[in-house]
């Protein structure tokens, strides 16, 4: 788990006994289902996936100091097994890594964008663009959500990454969620118009003051949706190669649990000109 805190894993939502029979029922059930499930269908079963991803990455963290076994793990591969499928980029990577001998190793299902790259590095995943703009890693039971280039309304080329962080308790009506990162990038050196669009997207108000992050001498703007109970909170990295910003966005609750998480991820950010 390099370069990224523990602390965030020391309160799983379900205990251990829970992980292993509830991995084992959801198995069947999404045997039984999964062909049955379209992309709005998937959501609901591919959050719960993550849920008992997470609590068990805590229990090997709490009980080997490890997120990842060395080994093979029968409840490990099985969920791992179902993640790519359900949607999230990248995860055969991992599972090829703890899957039996016996079985066969997952081709790539989903897709990725043919201007960046995935990989996997130890417990981590690293993704990059393959121009060598940017690159950045985090651990693999982190959910890759979207994956996309293409041209935002305002015309600039974007290449956008979306990640979910492991799952921690919060106080929405759930009582449960994973916080969102997201990486956004253009080659456009236009960087206050980039900018200003993004804080529309994110209905952020340009006025907001931004204060210091203690990150690489960054500053963020941040807002609360009360109503929704939303937090939303944007960085803007230099770059000499284009215009790079960082989104984290959670529930309340998450939010504050995984914020070690979003500074984590902008400390392994890399641009083509390195941040100071």
Same mark, same amino acid.
């Given at each position: 788990?390099?370069?990224?805190? #523990? ?6 939502? *379900?205990? =251990?006994?829970?992980? @292993?029979?509830?991995?084992?029922? $959801? +198995? ?101 663009? #393959? ?6 890693? *985090?651990? =693999?039971?982190?959910? @890759?959500?979207?994956?996309?280039? $293409? +041209? ?109 998480? *979003? ?14």
């Amino acid at each position: 788990m390099d370069g990224y805190s #523990k602390l965030p894993l020391t309160e799983p939502i *379900f205990d =251990y006994p829970k992980v @292993i029979i509830e991995s084992t029922a $959801f +198995n069947n059930w999404l045997n039984n289902n999964y062909s049955k499930l379209d992309d709005q269908t998937m959501k609901g079963p591919r959050e719960h996936l993550y849920y008992l991803l997470s609590s068990y990455v805590s229990e090997l963290n709490n009980k080997d100091g490890i997120i990842l076994p060395g080994e093979n793990d029968l409840v490990l591969s099985t969920l791992l097994s179902w993640s790519e499928r359900l949607g999230a980029y990248g995860t055969h990577l991992f599972y090829n890594q703890v899957k039996s001998d016996k079985m066969k190793a997952m081709p790539s299902v989903m897709k990725v964008s043919e201007g960046i790259k995935i990989s996997a590095i130890n417990d981590m995943f690293r993704v990059e663009a #393959k121009s060598g703009h940017w690159s950045t890693k *985090f651990p =693999y039971y982190f959910m @890759i959500g979207a994956i996309n280039e $293409f +041209n935002a309304t305002n015309g600039m080329e974007t290449q956008l990454l979306t990640i979910s962080t492991g799952a921690v308790k919060d106080k929405s009506q759930a009582g449960r969620s994973q916080s969102t990162i997201m990486l956004i990038y253009s080659p456009s050196e236009e960087t206050k118009e980039f900018n200003d669009y993004w804080l529309t997207q994110f209905e952020i108000d340009s006025k907001v003051i931004a204060k210091p992050l203690g990150v690489k001498k960054l500053e963020s703007v941040y807002l609360y949706n009360e109503e929704a109970l939303l937090h939303k909170e944007i960085t803007f990295l230099p770059s000499s190669n284009g215009s790079l910003l960082i989104a984290y966005m959670g529930m309340d609750g998450a939010f504050q649990k995984n914020r070690q998480h *979003f500074l984590d991820f902008l400390l392994q950010v890399k641009t083509a000109k390195p941040l100071k």
